[in-house]
Nanobody, 116 residues
Framework: QVQLVESGGGLVQPGGSLRLSCTAS????????MSWVRQAPGKGRNTVAS????????YYADSVKGRFTASRDNAKNTVYLRMSNLKPDDTAVYYC?????????WGQGTQVTVSS
């Protein structure tokens, strides 16, 4: 089954850290770039980071530069998003996604809430 499954979200205090994981199945993960996209309450989806197939970083949104780090382990079919110095504005549902054979493939999302 072709799918992406995110995990690692939760409630964290401002200034805290979280690491999100996204595990792929059903396709040759190592051949595809991956993106992390978030959707805050009442807002549209925005890409926060993209990573190429060979672990080179392609993009970080200005709002997360220096705080978020994307990485991948092709042996585990998993992409990660390490988030540090979290702010209330980082509260959102975080999705991983890829472009697969001309279509977008999305995970189900994981909720990140930054609040004291």
């Amino acid at each position: 089954q072709v799918q992406l499954v995110e995990s690692g979200g939760g409630l964290v205090q401002p200034g805290g850290s979280l690491r999100l994981s996204c595990t792929a199945s059903g396709f040759t993960f190592s051949q595809y770039g991956m993106s992390w996209v978030r959707q805050a309450p009442g807002k549209g989806r925005n890409t926060v980071a993209s990573i190429g197939s060979s672990d080179h970083i392609q993009y970080y949104a200005d709002s997360v530069k220096g705080r978020f780090t994307a990485s991948r382990d092709n042996a585990k079919n998993t992409v990660y998003l390490r988030m540090s110095n979290l702010k209330p504005d980082d509260t959102a549902v975080y999705y991983c996604m890829t472009h697969l054979d001309g279509s977008e493939l999305w995970g189900q999302g994981t909720q990140v809430t930054v609040s004291s």
